[in-house]
């Protein structure tokens, strides 16, 4: 119900997006995997059942990644170019490994308010174009919550979550950034949540100068500006996360 809802808003308001799927996910449901891209819009990997590549070894993220490149090709005929991890998750060889299958683009950090070319080797002769989130601009903290499982209990209305998007809209939009609005069909789905994201997109349209598009149209201009790669450095130290692993490399 979420996704068919959401394409015919995208369909009113002529914007082209993106939709970042699981693999499990296409296998379940391919026919609707199968609308979002007669509906124009770009499929790009999420994972295979949706599992944070830092909680993986090596070897289970490389079969993720395989894995959900499969069931993409399989379901839709898509060879994606982005990727976006769960739980916006990376460990420190996954743009290594996204870089090596061909990927253009990760939509994953939260460490600029545009696009960038990450370095994934030292020397920083190979990158991919990283295009920054933030969780203010995920709906997850506005609307989900599952007993026992995920969220506080607030859920806020449709009109408080707008009201946030919006402030961060125009913050982004003068500083010349990226504004990445994530949205799950479950949940911004809803009628109410809906209508106030389309009055919301609407009003993000009727700004001038503003380019309004999928992240792959983001990540090509950005690679056609030709930055210079950049990276952090890792600080190795004791591994806080729990056994039996996390992705780290650290046996500390």
Same mark, same amino acid.
């Given at each position: 119900?979420?996704?068919?809802? !959401?394409? /015919?808003?995208? %369909? ?28 124009? @819009? &770009?499929? %790009?990997? @999420? ?15 490389? /079969?993720? !990644? /395989? ?6 090709? &399989? ?24 870089? $090596?299958?061909?990927? !253009?683009? /990760? ?5 600029? #308010?545009?696009?960038? $070319?990450?370095?994934? #080797?030292?020397?920083? @002769? ?9 969780? %203010?601009?995920?709906?997850? &903290? ?13 859920i806020e209305t449709p009109r408080k979550a707008r009201e946030l998007w919006e402030a961060e809209f125009e913050g982004i939009r003068d500083a ?6 994530? *949205? ?7 009628? %109410?949540?809906?209508r106030e994201l389309e009055s919301l997109m609407r009003r993000i349209i009727s700004e001038g100068e503003v380019w ?27 591994? !806080?996360?729990?056994?039996? @692993?996390?992705?780290?490399?650290? *046996?500390?």
């Amino acid at each position: 119900m979420g996704v068919p809802r !959401l394409l /015919d808003i995208l %369909a009113r308001v002529g914007v082209q997006s993106t939709f970042f799927v699981p693999g499990i996910t296409a296998r379940r449901y391919p026919q609707v995997v199968r609308d979002i891209v007669s509906a124009g @819009h &770009e499929i %790009a990997h @999420h994972g295979y059942h949706h599992e944070p590549p830092a909680g993986l070894s090596e070897q289970e993220e490389r /079969d993720a !990644l /395989d894995q959900g490149l499969q069931a993409l090709a &399989e379901v839709c005929g898509v060879r994606p170019v982005g990727y976006r991890a769960p739980m916006w998750d990376l460990s420190w060889r996954t743009p290594s490994l996204l870089e $090596e299958r061909g990927f !253009l683009y /990760d939509s994953s950090l939260m460490d600029s #308010d545009h696009p960038y $070319e990450l370095a994934v #080797d030292q020397a920083g @002769h190979r990158s991919i174009v990283e295009i920054p989130i933030q969780w %203010a601009l995920d709906d997850w &903290e506005q609307y989900c919550f599952l007993p026992n499982i995920s969220g506080s209990g607030l859920i806020e209305t449709p009109r408080k979550a707008r009201e946030l998007w919006e402030a961060e809209f125009e913050g982004i939009r003068d500083a010349a950034g990226c504004w990445v609005l994530t *949205n799950h069909p479950f949940l911004s789905g809803r009628p %109410a949540r809906a209508r106030e994201l389309e009055s919301l997109m609407r009003r993000i349209i009727s700004e001038g100068e503003v380019w309004v598009t999928t992240l792959e149209n983001i990540a090509r201009h950005t690679r056609s500006l030709g930055l210079p790669p950049r990276s952090i450095t890792r600080v190795d130290g004791p591994c !806080l996360k729990p056994p039996p @692993h996390c992705g780290c490399g650290s *046996n500390t």
